[in-house]
């Protein structure tokens, strides 16, 4: 799940979206304010305990809290900057993920031991086939031909590929441990590798190679934004922290209810995983799309990729860590359908991105491949 990774990426870039000026301290949009300690209220009033209304309005807070916590993560880490920054957007996410993932895993609706695995596949196919397809579909339509910086994309795409394979499939082909799972030793050196991987990457992007990941040479650069002043990163700091805590606790409350109506609805247990991920990416879908319209297909495919390998590189690790500490049962193997989708989201991706050009067919193909996803997971 994932870590957001456009501060880290167009240099200069674009700045976290308030509406107010940087320099005043209070200059945040005032729903990022409102929001952590109203999802801090509704916890300590049990408002998921009320019914379905009091459920359902916990629902949305809780959406509003996570949207707020990425805010305010963005926040924080323009006024940190690199290659720190990328690293507070990366763990902010990871812990709404973790937290979704762990609550869930905890409840006692069915069996939660695939969850992890479903949530980082769901994840994976929601970044390569949706938000890439309706970037490139979007600015195709819009600019006919957009182009990016090829050699930042592959060196994304390679890291992501090994990474997939490690965690995801591999462990249908271990014996140290019947089924789809790790050994508690093989668990280990799989989440040591994913996190040396991801930081890595970050390295590179942040440090060694920055214009791997710069848009095209003859596109323009984006204005560079005034970081925020001390007085408003403390204040968002402050704020990521109720927003954070929120999350976890109001994840912890909802978790029954929205596996339990899963389950009821006649719904495989994956679709559990889906809205997880679609919650966490749902503020990065919204900003790479905006970018690709603007003309600016770098900044979506550097969030896109970037999320992606964030969420394999942290989150597999961290629910590695806690599987280990509370003995929970963790599969992570995909099933062969879920080999095949994911070999085809690669291998179509590295051809629509192989070139540093792309059209609105591309991601018509990535869209169809989504579909394909989504219908064979609810129509298995």
Known sequence: MAGLENIATDVPHEAPVLTRDWRHPLGLPLWSVILP?????????????????????????????IIAAVHHAEVVAHRVGEPF?????????????????????????????????????????????????????????????????????????????AMSVLSLVLPNHTSSAPGPVYAGSQLVFVAV??????????????????????????????AHAEPPTAVAAVTSFILLLFALVAVVLLAKALAPTVEAAVIGAGLPIATVGIIIAALVLGPESLAALRAARRNRLQTSLNLALGSALATIG?????????????????????????????????????????????TALGGLVHLTIFAAYLFTTVVP
């Open 314 to 358: 942290l989150t597999i690790p961290s629910v590695a860590i806690v599987s280990l500490i509370l003995e929970l049962p963790l599969s992570l193997g995909v099933s062969a359908k879920g080999m095949t989708l994911l070999a085809l989201s690669l291998f179509v991706t590295t051809l629509s991105l192989g070139t540093g050009r792309t």
């Open 37 to 65: 300690p109203l999802g801090l209220l509704s916890v300590f009033a049990a408002l998921s305990k009320l019914g379905g209304f009091g459920s359902l309005a916990a629902a949305v807070i809780l959406m509003g809290c």
């Open 193 to 222: 590798v994913s996190l040396i991987l991801y930081l890595g990457f970050v390295t590179v992007q942040t440090v060694s190679h920055r214009d791997y990941f710069l848009p095209a040479a003859d596109l323009p650069l984006d």
């Open 85 to 161: 920054g990328t690293l507070v957007l990366a763990v902010a996410v990871t812990v709404i993920e973790v937290s979704l993932i762990v609550s869930l895993m905890l409840s006692d609706s069915g069996d939660a031991s695939t969850l992890a695995r479903d949530t980082v596949f769901a994840a994976i196919m929601i970044i390569l086939n949706f938000i890439i397809g309706i970037c490139l579909l979007s600015g195709g339509i819009r600019h006919r031909e957009q182009k990016f910086t090829l050699r930042g994309v592959s060196t994304a795409l390679s890291v992501l590929a």
